[in-house]
């Protein structure tokens, strides 16, 4: 059952017409639809999106929106794939390393501008069609890579999760720094402070010897860093030479 009360069959939000039952020409979109749920996520996070507030959004009865979106978790397919749209999906240039970090970048801004997005990422809401013309990108884009499809498919996986859980970490810690009661150069000065104190016992002699090399280092770039990690993972997928 529905929240609002009606039996439904099993199938996906993409099955099913705009607007269930009889009568007169439907008055809002999918598109509409996910466009509020989407734009009160970005604003108040995830938890603030309702089938009452999506609703009021777009100036519809909450009842009568289940007619377009049965369930919330449909309503969630919907906002995945409407910011999965936001991809640029240019012809591919050959070299699959740089077109796939280039996706990799593009999926880190994505979800910078959409931070409730790594939380949705999976495969129950994988295969709607934009993610599906971003999916059959990526394999032309691997095209020159002498691996199994299979091979592939588990690298856009691998890639996808790498993204998710990235840009989790980045975006809890800025949540974290906002939250904080003092500044964040005096919460990472009380923090570095604290490790270096653990370090001196002499307990950790390997993590000391491998930070201080690091310490040794200029700041990292962190866009950098991000090119590091992805190219870390594309390169594992890359046949012996």
């Known amino acids: 059952m529905t929240a609002a009360g009606r039996s439904v069959e099993p199938g996906v939000i993409w099955t099913r017409?705009?607007?269930?039952?009889?009568?007169?020409?439907?008055?809002?979109?999918?598109?509409?639809?996910?466009?509020?749920?989407?734009?009160?996520?970005?604003?108040?996070?995830?938890?603030?999106?309702?089938?009452?507030?999506?609703?009021?959004?777009?100036?519809?009865?909450?009842?009568?929106?289940?007619?377009?979106?049965?369930?919330?978790?449909?309503?969630?397919?919907?906002?995945?794939d409407r910011v999965s749209g936001e991809?640029?999906?240019?012809?591919?240039?050959?070299?699959?390393?740089?077109?796939?970090?280039?996706?990799?970048?593009?999926?880190?801004?994505?979800?910078?501008?959409?931070?409730?997005?790594?939380?949705?990422?999976?495969?129950?809401?994988?295969?709607?069609?934009?993610v599906l013309r971003?999916?059959?990108?990526?394999?032309?884009?691997?095209?020159?890579?002498?691996?199994?499809?299979?091979?592939?498919?588990?690298?856009?996986?691998?890639?996808?999760?790498?993204?998710a859980t990235y840009v989790g970490g980045e975006l809890a810690l800025a949540e974290r720094a906002r939250s904080l009661p003092w500044g964040e150069a005096a919460e990472r000065g009380a923090r570095t402070a604290y490790l270096a104190g653990q370090l001196a016992t002499g307990e950790y002699p390997r993590l000391a010897g491998a930070l201080g090399a690091a310490a040794e280092s200029p700041p990292p770039d962190l866009e950098a860093v991000f090119g590091h990690w992805v190219g870390r993972l594309l390169d594992s997928f890359a046949p012996p030479r």
């Open 17 to 80: 017409p705009q607007r269930a039952g009889r009568g007169p020409r439907p008055a809002h979109s999918r598109d509409s639809i996910a466009a509020e749920a989407v734009r009160i996520a970005d604003a108040e996070g995830i938890e603030a999106v309702s089938m009452r507030r999506v609703a009021a959004g777009v100036g519809a009865g909450t009842m009568s929106l289940y007619n377009y979106v049965p369930r919330k978790e449909d309503l969630y397919e919907l906002m995945v």
């Open 134 to 163: 971003y999916l059959e990108h990526c394999l032309f884009c691997l095209a020159p890579l002498e691996v199994p499809d299979a091979g592939k498919l588990e690298l856009i996986a691998s890639l996808n999760g790498m993204l």
């Open 87 to 130: 991809y640029e999906l240019t012809p591919p240039t050959g070299d699959w390393r740089g077109d796939m970090l280039g996706l990799a970048r593009q999926g880190r801004d994505l979800m910078f501008r959409h931070p409730w997005l790594p939380g949705l990422l999976s495969p129950v809401y994988g295969f709607s069609p934009q």
